[in-house]
């Protein structure tokens, strides 16, 4: 089988879509509580990394079932897997509740490490409480998705993205101040979104692939996911970490304009290319993994050169946005002129970046689809680690400022790239796990 242009953006555009509306369920919280005042907002600003650390943890079983279901789908082992999707869910059920009742248990420690304000730190503890109590379909939401991914069913994780989104844009307004409870409603809302959407995804899951009870049954199927899904975990804590150590220890002494740029090229800029990276990056995962388990390597290869192409292109261009219409977009982000003509100076640097973005999703998508997790982790955690005493070494120590931590994050993208791109190289990739 050819795969053509169309067909790879048919299977991976809806995914990158579903990416940047669960994306905007942050930037929909924040807008949504500016009325409860300025404490509020830096709660919810605050955080932001201690959900990408939760998402970190769900990735163990989501993660690990992309690989595994696909290939069972290119092989036609139906039994394999219908247990594959029960384990999933049984794991992704469970690690949910553990995840969020230790969030529920330590939300004042948690708040406490990030050296809030005393009234930023109660409303952040309050947003945490909440999160705790009502965002466990939160929690198993990335591993429905993957499933569907796996199957190639990938308008149907855009289909819940939808009503999910939709859903929390109406109920976060509801939520937080016509029922009266304040930054816990905003919690309440999201987890009532995700509620519905997940109801959604178990329905039509189980009307395609009904379930059976004994699939359920936690075995040594949980095990073989989370082998593959530990190390994309670790590597996502292992980001999350690194930008709360650069944010104690180089962002913020360098200023509040500083910190609001970061904020805005983060979360803001390339909060919105980088699911269009990752929408390819699944992709291909649920191709390498339906093509190895169907025995049909060229077809991967073919898929791999073609988005090769296509991203290549699609990294120029947002490089050549990023660097000239750097003034216009974060000119939607604020006025004040500091924060302005910083995070202009992050775009147009970071704008170097994209095309080796592009380059590494596409590889870790390789990679994630053949299951080969480890090597992900080996070239994403110690380069990232290296970025918190470079940053430190070039911007505080040399006196150079903000402009080399933006460059320090961009060079060491570049070192990613090279070895997930290495690791796609060695051909490792095309032996199956087992």
């Not at 500016?34 to 955080?47: F, N, P, R, S, Y």
């Not at 897997?81 to 869910?89: D, E, V, Y």
């Not at 009502?134 to 591993?143: E, K, N, R, S, V």
């Not at 790239?417 to 051909?427: D, E, H, N, R, S």
Request: charged fraction near 10%.
């Amino acid at each position: 089988m050819t795969i053509r242009s169309k067909q790879l953006i048919a299977l991976t555009l809806p995914v990158a879509l579903s990416a940047m509306l669960d994306n905007a369920y942050r930037v929909i919280d924040q807008h949504a509580v500016q009325w409860l005042g300025v404490e509020a907002q830096a709660a919810i600003a605050a955080c932001t990394f201690i959900l990408i650390a939760y998402y970190a943890a769900y990735a163990i079983i989501s993660a690990g079932s992309i690989s595994l279901i696909a290939k069972a789908v290119g092989g036609n082992r139906e039994q394999e897997q219908q247990q594959l999707i029960g384990n999933a869910l049984t794991g992704a059920l469970l690690l949910g509740a553990m995840v969020l009742t230790l969030s529920y248990l330590f939300a004042p420690a948690l708040t406490q490490l990030l050296g809030l304000g005393e009234n930023v730190a109660k409303q952040a503890t309050a947003f945490l409480h909440w999160h705790a109590v009502y965002c466990l379909p939160q929690a198993i939401m990335p591993t429905v998705n993957a499933i569907f991914i796996a199957y190639g069913r990938t308008r149907t994780v855009l289909l819940l993205q939808v009503i999910a989104t939709v859903l929390n844009i109406v109920l976060n307004p509801i939520c937080i101040y016509q029922l009266d409870y304040g930054i816990g409603g905003s919690a309440m809302a999201t987890g009532l979104s995700q509620a519905v959407a997940l109801f959604i995804g178990l329905l039509l899951l189980n009307r395609s692939h009904p379930f059976r009870a004994r699939n359920f049954l936690l075995n040594r199927t949980v095990l073989k996911i989370a082998k593959i899904g530990l190390p994309m975990c670790w590597g996502t804590l292992m980001f999350a970490s690194v930008y709360a150590a650069m944010l104690h220890w180089v962002i913020s002494p360098l200023g509040a304009p500083v910190n609001a740029a970061l904020g805005i090229g983060f979360s803001a800029l390339e909060g919105f290319t980088w699911p269009v990276f990752w929408g390819f990056s699944m992709g291909i995962a649920s191709i390498v993994g339906r093509s190895l388990g169907a025995g049909k390597v060229p077809e991967a290869i073919q898929a791999i050169k073609l988005a090769f192409k296509l991203l290549t292109v699609l990294g120029l261009v947002i490089t050549a946005i990023f660097f000239f219409g750097a003034n216009l977009l974060c000119g939607f982000f604020t006025q004040d002129p500091l924060v302005l003509a910083e995070a202009v100076r992050y775009a147009q640097i970071l704008a170097f970046s994209q095309l080796f973005i592009a380059y590494e999703a596409l590889a870790e998508g390789v990679l994630s689809g053949a299951g080969k997790t480890k090597s992900i982790l080996l070239w994403s955690a110690p380069v990232n680690f290296l970025r918190i005493p470079f940053s430190w070494l070039f911007a505080i120590y040399f006196g150079y400022g903000a402009a080399a931590v933006w460059w320090v994050i961009g060079i060491s993208t570049l070192f990613k790239a090279l070895g997930k791109w290495f690791a796609v190289g060695t051909g490792k990739w095309k032996v199956e796990v087992g």
